[in-house]
């Protein structure tokens, strides 16, 4: 089936630094979603994704649609200590498909 | 509060015994998903409801799982004798059909989850 890869799997930085993530597919997808997962929490929505080449900003972040749309990438500017979580990429597994692949994850920590 | 809400968050049962999770969604969505989280891994989808009618079942979904919709409000998901493999997070999600043309944006929003551990 459709597998979503993110890399890389963690990260550590150091507070005030830029970030850079990206979730790769071998199949097209036509919605990019970008969640933010706290340890014990549900995912929360970052950024929705629609159209090829779409870049879309939501405060410090912002997201792309990949051109082949077999990837997206999320980027944060500035990093703070809330940003630390786990970030996922994810998407419908076809159009119109009401269920949701999700990547493996992106962990996130950041030293003050 | 106007988002999901689930309960209970936490349940430690011991293999053999029943549990059962509830999902409350965000009133205006008419759509209701379960999902299943295990330590290190994406969510994985297990089935999800469109008002009061269940449309779709994962494999992952044995028949010691049974979810529910009765109303076509709130939801439960019930896993008969446990197994400790079903140690998990399991996420309730909840979406809504938008625009003239229904259009499913893919946009889900989940709960907080219910984590679920078998001694």
């Known amino acids: 089936g459709q597998q979503l890869n993110q890399s890389p799997q963690s990260m550590f930085i150091q507070e005030g630094e830029d970030v850079s993530m990206n979730c790769t597919s071998s199949s097209i997808f036509n919605t990019w979603l970008w969640y933010k997962q706290d340890p014990g929490e549900g995912p929360v929505l970052l950024i929705a994704l629609y159209k090829a080449g779409e870049l879309t900003s939501n405060g410090r972040l912002t997201a792309q649609f990949g051109i082949t749309r077999k990837d997206s990438f999320l980027n944060i500017s500035a990093s703070i200590p809330s940003d630390v979580g786990i970030y996922f990429c994810?998407?419908?597994?076809?159009?119109?498909?009401?269920?949701?692949?999700f990547g493996q994850g992106t962990r996130l920590t950041i030293n003050p | 509060d106007t988002g999901v809400s689930q309960n209970p968050r936490h349940k430690i049962t011991k293999r053999g015994q029943n549990v059962t999770f509830r999902c409350d969604p965000i009133s205006e969505h008419n759509r209701l998903y379960w999902y299943r989280q295990t330590l290190g891994q994406g969510p994985e989808f297990l089935t999800y409801f469109q008002n009061e009618a269940q449309l779709e079942k994962s494999r992952l979904l044995s028949d010691r799982f049974s979810a529910e919709r009765p109303k076509g409000s709130f939801s439960t998901l019930e896993i008969q004798r446990t197994e400790q493999g079903d140690s998990a997070m399991y996420l309730c999600a909840s979406s809504s059909i938008q625009g003239a043309g229904l259009v499913n944006t893919g946009e889900l929003f989940f709960g907080e989850g219910s984590r679920l551990t078998v001694l």
């Open positions: 994810a998407g419908p597994m076809w159009r119109g498909a009401q269920k949701l692949v």
